[in-house]
Structures are given as C-alpha cells and as structure tokens.
C-alpha cells in the first residue's frame, strides 16, 4: 500500500525556517518524482515544488529563492527546507507522488502537516 | 503561468442528479489535465487525469471530457460521498496549476 507521511510542520515566527519531511513506503521511491503542494487556510491548491527522480527541481515563484526541495532515495524521503518564512507562508502541505515519469499526475497525496507563520 | 478558471463556484443538487463541472484554461494544455476531489480535512483525491481517464478506484459515475482549454467533470449520478469541492489542475506546463475549485453540495 502506497503511503506518504509528512511531519516538520508547526509554528514558527515571520523569518524563521522549517524543514518537512515526507516519509514514502510501499512503492519504489526513486523511480517516481515527487512534488509539494500547499493549501492557505480556506484556500485553494498551489504546487510549489517537484523534484525528479535524478534530482532535478522546479519553484514556484512565490517560494523561489526561500524554499529549497531534496530527496534521499536510500531513506525513502522527501524533503523541504523552507527558509525566510512569512505569513503568506502559512498553509498544510502535502507532498504528492507523480503517477509515473510520463504520466505527471499526482495520484497519491499524504495527510499534510500544517505550518503556521506567526508571531 | 496557465490559470484555470473553475466553473461555477458552487453547485447546489440533490443526489441522484447530474453534476457538470466547467474548467477552462487560459492557453491550451492539450489533454493534460486532471480533476481531483477534497473534502474537508483530507487531502485532494485524484479523479480523472489526462482529461478522461479515470484514476485507479475511481467509480463510472464520474468521467473527464475536453481537450485545449475547455474540460467537463460529469457525475452521472449524486451520491451522497460525492458532495465535496472539486479541483482541476494541468500539467501541461510548470508551475502546475490548479483552478479555484467548484463546490458541490447538497440542495
């Protein structure tokens, strides 16, 4: 059964930084890119950042430069490190497995861990 | 970036009836879009991807049409699980977007 769990996720201040892990099981991990996708309270779906399975990475505007994407095939876990937070920042995040290489659709989500940014 | 516009935002039915849900893109993404379901306080499901194929699980009620700019989500037939807020997104090109979601509840 494919299962993702985040976790890293709680209050910090406007400037501070947070890393969320994603821990995947029950699929070969380094054989499917992997995304983050957050939702603002009340809010709709923004996907943020993907990384491939050779590490290549994409930013949405609004977190490039601040946020940074990684994974460790050997650990089965994806990571986001997120730095300069502000309270636009503030949302869960979910990190979504790509269906395949070919086909890039998010077809497994995890729970989400909310992040809040505020003093 | 491509934007979605979801219509309309809310959907009022009863189950049992027909729901059609409207996405249009701003350019065309070709067929590479997809649909998920949310309900609240869990994540987004996937639905249908590459406009019309259902996702693994996925009930006959529900089904994908449209290419370029213009998609159609149809439920068939209400069910009661089935009221939730509805997402389009593409892939077409990065960033993937989402529209802004169409809520469908109950009448």
């Known amino acids: 059964e494919v299962q993702l769990v985040e976790s890293g996720g709680g209050l910090v201040q406007p400037g501070g930084s947070l890393r969320l892990s994603c821990a995947a099981s029950g699929f070969i991990f380094s054989s499917h890119s992997m995304s983050w996708v957050r939702q603002a309270p009340g809010k709709g779906l923004e996907c943020i950042s993907f990384i491939s399975p050779t590490s290549n990475t994409y930013y949405a505007d609004s977190v490039k430069g601040r946020f940074t994407i990684s994974r460790d095939n050997a650990k089965n876990s994806l990571y986001l490190q997120m730095d300069s937070l502000t309270a636009e920042d503030t949302a869960v995040y979910y990190c979504?497995?790509?269906?395949?290489?070919?086909?890039?659709?998010?077809?497994?989500w995890g729970q989400g861990t909310l992040v809040t940014v505020s003093s | 970036e491509i934007v979605l516009t979801q219509s309309p935002a809310t959907l009022s039915l009863s189950p049992g009836e027909r729901a059609t849900l409207s996405c249009r893109a701003s350019?065309?993404?070709?067929?590479?879009l997809a649909w998920f379901q949310q309900k609240p306080g869990q994540a987004p499901r996937l639905l249908i991807y590459d406009a019309s194929n259902r996702a693994t699980g996925i009930p006959a009620r529900f089904s994908g049409s449209g290419s370029g700019t213009d998609f159609t989500l149809t439920i068939s037939s209400l069910e009661p699980e089935d009221f939730a807020v509805y997402y389009c997104q593409q892939r077409s090109n990065w960033p993937r977007t989402f529209g802004q979601g169409t809520k469908v509840e109950i009448k």
């Open positions: 350019q065309s993404v070709s067929s590479y």
């Open positions: 979504a497995r790509d269906l395949s290489t070919v086909t890039r659709v998010f077809d497994y």
